[in-house]
């Protein structure tokens, strides 16, 4: 039992306000759309799996669009692709948040020169949240990346528009 | 009752789907839970490979290789390197295969452990995953000691490698190796032999030998099928002549022969006969051979006119590169063979008459890794 729990376990009453537990309830369960798109994505799983364990901070992946709370672009996003991430973006529920995941998704990355297949940065279809750099980036920069948007949702307003970091 | 008339439904599956291995879009038609044929759309991966091998020097293309096959970077550097040092001509010291072979057959467990993982949990397995994972975990570990990177390494260059076994290291290994065997049993205990993965992988997906023969399937897709085909042995790069191993090929043990138990039990086996092979290499390793591992590397690839085609056993298959030279310091093409297209293209052939939750048996078994098919 936590600390919480021995000061008010007679029942009790706490004194927040709905933008603070609304912004640690989404904090604590981003819920990422489980889809990889290169080979960052073989990453986000090594993330996922037993050694770095996402489950930790309440990142457990979705198959589904409908039941996310985060797009993590993981990889190239070529032309014929770009459709359907934006598509895939448009079917998640509000409020939703974008990590774009290694050089390919930031802008290019070892495509930029010559990859005339290739979205110049995710950005320019879907807006961007928290960039990771990276070739691909590490499992800890992918969760440097998550904490930075766990920190970024803490810090939300409501009515107020939000915007990229 | 075949009089009622039914009603076919085109479905597709992808290019977001988690049981895909990636960015592939399957287009279904069914008849209610019956999949009457299946046809692949690619490209949404494609990286345009032969433009950079148009427009990159030699040694320039080498991290595009690592980026074909994501999950077996070193087997693509291997191959690649294979196809400019037959263009130019090139010796390599005995020391270097001797670390090629190594790495290659390390990255060759670590490519299967992510396609056994990832099966495990395509049909509903999700331990077998996070196992895997655990101890893909360990080679990484081993590689970042060697290169610096995780994944994409870009080690093996013409003529050499980028840098010599660190100090320790082949103890290192060593240690993996003693590590890891148990593991292998752990695994066949948890998941060859479960009932429930045999009852939906066992008869399912069924490629005889001629069809596998006849669509050229490599790899563990065709040794599933009970060919024994291996570059290795049928067409020896590198030292592999001087080290024993075995070449494992499907039985039928728990259905029908070239099912997708077989071709899953296939990868099991070759981890154990890489495991083989880099305990022979690491005893019979050149310790007093003090010569530098670049030294052999060219300062400037420049290889004369001409065109080659080297291929070589990657995790996926027959990984071939070739490449036509002008006599300038890049060349004038590349092309890349790729193991999973060819494997890819088998797919229509299994698909007919079979259950929508076949598919992804299917398909985990075959093993593709869309960078790599989409090139």
Not at chain 2, 161 to 175: C, N, Q, T
Not at chain 2, 348 to 354: M, R
Request: proline fraction near 7%.
């Amino acid at each position: 039992m936590g600390l919480l729990d021995k000061q008010i376990d007679s029942g009790g009453v706490v004194i927040t306000t709905a933008e603070n537990v609304l912004n640690w309830a989404r904090l604590s369960s981003m819920w990422p759309m489980g889809f990889g798109l290169a080979c960052c994505a073989i990453e986000m799983m090594a993330t996922m799996a037993s050694n770095y364990d996402l489950d930790r901070f309440g990142i457990i992946p979705r198959p589904s669009p409908r039941q996310s709370d985060v797009m993590i672009v993981a990889g190239t996003v070529t032309f014929k692709m770009a459709e359907r991430v934006k598509r895939l973006y448009q079917q998640m529920p509000e409020p939703r948040y974008v990590l774009s995941m290694g050089s390919c998704s930031n802008s290019g990355g070892p495509y930029w020169q010559h990859g005339y297949h290739v979205v110049k940065s995710v950005s320019r279809i879907i807006p961007v949240d928290v960039y990771v750099p990276g070739c691909p980036p590490r499992p800890e920069a992918l969760i440097g990346g998550l904490m930075l948007l766990q920190e970024k949702i803490r810090k939300e307003k409501f009515g107020v528009k939000h915007e990229a970091v | 009752m075949p009089h009622l008339k039914t009603e076919e439904m085109i479905m597709n599956m992808g290019p977001q789907h988690p049981s895909t291995h990636g960015v592939l879009r399957l287009e279904l038609v069914t008849d209610g839970e019956v999949v009457k044929s299946i046809t692949p759309h690619i490209g949404y991966l494609h990286r345009c490979f032969e433009k950079h091998g148009e427009e990159l020097t030699y040694p320039m293309i080498i991290p595009f290789t690592d980026r074909l096959d994501y999950l077996a970077s070193m087997n693509n550097n291997h191959a690649f390197n294979l196809a400019v040092e037959k263009l130019l001509n090139l010796e390599v010291p005995r020391k270097v295969e001797f670390i090629r072979v190594i790495v290659a057959e390390l990255q060759r467990i670590a490519s299967h452990l992510v396609a056994i993982g990832t099966f495990g949990a395509d049909i509903g397995a999700v331990t077998p995953f996070l196992w895997t994972f655990r101890d893909r975990e360990v080679i990484l570990n081993l590689f970042e000691n060697l290169t610096g990177a995780r994944m994409l390494y870009n080690y093996m260059w013409p003529g050499g490698v980028a840098r010599d076994f660190p100090k320790g290291f082949r103890e290192e290994i060593g240690a993996f190796i003693t590590y890891f065997r148990p593991k292998i049993r752990d695994l066949n205990n948890l998941l060859t032999g479960n009932h429930i993965f045999i009852s939906r992988t066992a008869h399912v997906g069924v490629l005889p030998a001629d069809v596998a023969v006849n669509y050229n399937c490599t790899g563990p897709v065709l040794r599933g099928s009970g060919v024994k085909w291996d570059l290795r042995k049928n067409d020896p790069y590198s030292i592999y002549p001087e080290f024993e191993f075995d070449i494992p090929v499907g039985q039928g043990t728990m259905g029908t022969l070239g099912d997708t138990w077989d071709r899953y039990y296939i990868r099991c086996q070759e981890m154990e006969q890489s495991l083989n092979i880099i305990e022979q290499a690491l005893a019979k390793f050149p310790v007093e051979d003090a010569t530098d591992v670049q030294a052999a590397v060219p300062r400037r690839i420049k290889p004369p006119a001409g065109e080659v085609y080297a291929r070589a056993e990657n995790p996926r298959g027959e990984l071939g590169f070739y490449i036509i030279s002008d006599g300038g310091t890049k060349p004038f093409r590349v092309r890349a063979k790729s193991p999973c297209f060819v494997n890819l293209a088998v797919l229509p052939a299994l698909g007919k008459g079979i259950m929508v939750s076949d598919i992804v048996a299917i398909l985990g078994s075959i093993d593709i890794v869309l960078g790599e098919v989409d090139r």
